[in-house]
Nanobody
Framework: QVQLVESGGGLVQAGGSLRLSCAAS????????MGWYRQAPGEQRELVAV???????SYLDSVKGRSTISRDNALRTVNLIMNNLKPEDTAVYYC??????????WGQGTQVTVSS
């Protein structure tokens, strides 16, 4: 089993920045993708950003251009930097690791609140 631990959430003023980090308890072999999702109250969970095994990245349209996802070479940590934060970015953010065997691992979530 793999445990994912997120850090870096908190209260931020609109226009500010934050860095979310997620560390896995062990290397995930046959890694497929690492990503960040978020879920606001009463909303569906949505994919914010993802980085594939080949380094390809993809972003939710509303965060594109002001967010960067990255991972370390040991494939145990994934980070998300978000700039120019907006109140609508307020949500619980979850990291997710997927392997090529169909396994999907989730962190416990970290709250991000953006005040206007």
């Amino acid at each position: 089993q793999v445990q994912l631990v997120e850090s870096g959430g908190g209260l931020v003023q609109a226009g500010g920045s934050l860095r979310l980090s997620c560390a896995a308890s062990r290397i995930i072999f046959d890694f497929n993708a690492m990503g960040w999702y978020r879920q606001a109250p009463g909303e569906q969970r949505e994919l914010v950003a993802v980085i594939a095994a080949d380094g390809t990245t993809s972003y939710l349209d509303s965060v594109k251009g002001r967010s960067t996802i990255s991972r370390d070479n040991a494939l145990r940590t994934v980070n998300l930097i978000m700039n120019n934060l907006k109140p609508e970015d307020t949500a619980v953010y979850y990291c997710n690791f997927k392997d090529n065997w169909g396994h999907s691992y989730w962190g416990q979530g970290t709250q991000v609140t953006v005040s206007s």
